[in-house]
């Protein structure tokens, strides 16, 4: 499903009257038909009360619209207009007179009772500054009724004070219950905290979601077609047919390069996540310390480990002893090894508990300067990356080589990768990640609760998974998951994409089992094994 910016559903809905010669009336009564159908039935009263607060917007005339309608079906209504009518657009004072030819009445000051439904019509997608004066008034009494008296709330196209493209709140904010948006999604509905505020989100058509403007690009969409709540629905879009006559040569082999000292944990998620996610061969490369734990856990894996030495290191101590061996740089050097298995490996995952040892900072440079396969960043490699210039130009000369890159970081990673602090990051996060996906011409997979994948063109917002994956580990399963869907798809960007909706599905799939606050990253793996028949 696409998902509109506030100036590309402006952009529509211009085009649609301009052009097409769609009236404003009619896309007003075919949204405000909308919120009605949603309202229907909402309440288990047969004649609710119903306050309706519009603005001086379309948005207010989408809630004029939907006055009248419901006046029509006998349900008792009232309007609030914040504002003079002078101070509204023409479209809506022709909407004020219509439902005052029905009998309905207009108050000019916040009526002092009790309702049972309220809607929300102040502000549609263009609100770009904060919500001040007799709106914050409004906004204040809305959220107190469903506070104090249950009333429920729906929000028209967006709640009022949520920003449209960030999600941020502006000043004060309406919390709904429902939110009617028309056509397509919005990012305001998706980023927190406006996903909060939002409730239940629900997609209308007005008749115009087929429309295509000429040399526009839409390329910010979400998976889940029918998407009526705030939790996306479980696809077959997710998981790829193997083939029948496979083999696990078809599946590809990955590397993944993960765990050091007391870290065998984050390797271990790693590589039985990419197995379960359907990789024919996993190698591991991992500390030698880590061995008996690694094997006992995930016996599948080929597994490789190196000791603490660098060849540096060693090449000090040859010097000083005469007893050194081939054999013992062949067993303690980790870059010995490295370029082996990269060349035989379909794509290479590294960093989840990696440190950021003299260890880790040969193995990751070696990646990024000599694997020619396709690699998944995660964690410390991450962490290693931010603080080492050389390192993210190697990031770019990766990308003039054709070859791809993709970057997991989560906010305080990213953070340290971008300079910025967390909280500005969150306030423009989709922003954010594409434009350091740009800079680093990699797939960047901007995690939190609702992630975000960019490759600097294309954004994917991620609608599933719940708070329950916020866990030690999880990570290290999405990882692994990355790996093994990107390297089975044709194109990289959408294996990524589906990689992350997958991880967040598994969460989702063992949730009823585990419930939020006992999951566990293994109990994700597990969740894995579910999706085959969703």
């Not at 939790?231 to 599946?251: A, I, Q």
């Not at 379909?346 to 260890?359: E, H, Q, R, T, W």
Request: glycine residues 10%; negative net charge; charged residues 25%.
């Amino acid at each position: 499903m696409d998902i509109l910016h506030a100036n590309e559903m402006n952009i529509l809905d211009e085009y649609a009257i301009s052009h097409i010669g769609i009236p404003q009336c009619v896309l007003m009564e075919r949204a405000a038909l909308g919120v009605w159908e949603c309202i229907a039935g909402k309440t288990g009263k047969t004649d609710p009360a119903v306050l309706v607060l519009s603005g001086p917007g379309n948005c207010g005339g989408d809630g004029l619209a939907l006055s009248r309608i419901l006046l029509d079906k006998g349900i008792d209504t009232e309007v609030y207009l914040p504002v003079s009518r002078e101070k509204c657009k023409e479209s809506i004072r022709a909407e004020a007179e219509y439902f005052e030819a029905f009998g309905g009445k207009i108050q000019e000051v916040l009526p002092d009772k009790n309702y049972d439904i309220i809607v929300d019509a102040l502000f549609g997608v263009g609100l770009n500054r904060p919500v001040k004066d007799s709106f914050e008034e409004a906004v204040r009494f809305i959220n107190e009724k469903r506070e104090k008296t249950g009333a429920c709330v729906f929000s028209v196209d967006i709640p009022s004070g949520i920003h449209t493209d960030t999600g941020a709140v502006l000043g004060t904010a309406v919390r709904a219950d429902y939110t009617v948006t028309f056509s397509y999604l919005k990012p305001g509905l998706l980023l927190y905290p406006g996903r909060e505020y939002a409730g239940k989100i629900i997609v209308k058509s007005i008749g115009i979601d087929s429309l295509r403007i000429p040399d526009s690009k839409r390329n910010t969409f979400t998976y889940g077609a029918d998407f009526v709540t705030a939790s996306c629905p479980r696809e077959k879009v997710v998981l790829k047919k193997r083939r029948n006559d496979g083999n696990k040569g078809t599946f590809h082999r990955i590397l993944v390069i993960a765990g050091s000292r007391n870290m065998a944990g984050a390797a271990i998620l790693c590589s039985e996540s990419a197995l379960r996610s359907g990789a024919g061969l996993v190698e591991l490369y991992t500390h030698e310390i880590n061995r008996e734990a690694v094997l006992s856990a995930v016996p599948e894996v080929i597994l490789n480990t190196y000791g603490d030495k660098t060849d540096a290191d060693i090449s000090a101590d040859k010097a000083l002893k005469d007893d050194y061996s081939d054999n013992d740089l062949r067993n303690d050097s980790p870059e010995n090894e490295l370029a082996e298995m990269t060349d035989r490996s379909g794509c290479v995952i590294i960093g989840p508990g990696l440190s950021k040892s003299d260890v880790a900072k040969t193995l990751v440079a070696g990646v990024l300067k000599d694997c020619k396969k396709p690699v998944v960043i995660d964690a410390d490699g991450i962490n290693l990356i931010s603080s080492n210039a050389e390192y993210r130009e190697l990031l770019k000369k990766r990308h003039e080589n054709g070859l791809i890159t993709v970057l997991t970081p989560h906010p305080a990673e990213l953070e340290r990768l971008t300079g910025i602090p967390v909280k500005e990051l969150l306030a423009d996060y989709e922003n954010n990640v594409k434009k350091t996906a740009a800079e680093y011409h990699v797939i960047l997979v901007g995690k939190g609760a609702t992630t975000v994948v960019s490759d600097g063109e294309r954004t994917y917002f991620n609608l599933s998974g719940n708070n329950g994956m916020a866990t030690a580990g999880s990570g290290d399963v999405l990882s692994g998951m990355t790996g093994a869907f990107f390297l089975n798809e044709e194109n990289a960007f959408e294996g990524v994409c589906r990689a992350v909706y997958a991880h967040g599905l598994a969460g989702d799939a063992i949730s009823d089992e585990t419930g939020h606050r006992g999951m566990l990253a293994g109990d994700i793996i597990r969740g894995i094994k579910r999706l085959e028949n969703e």
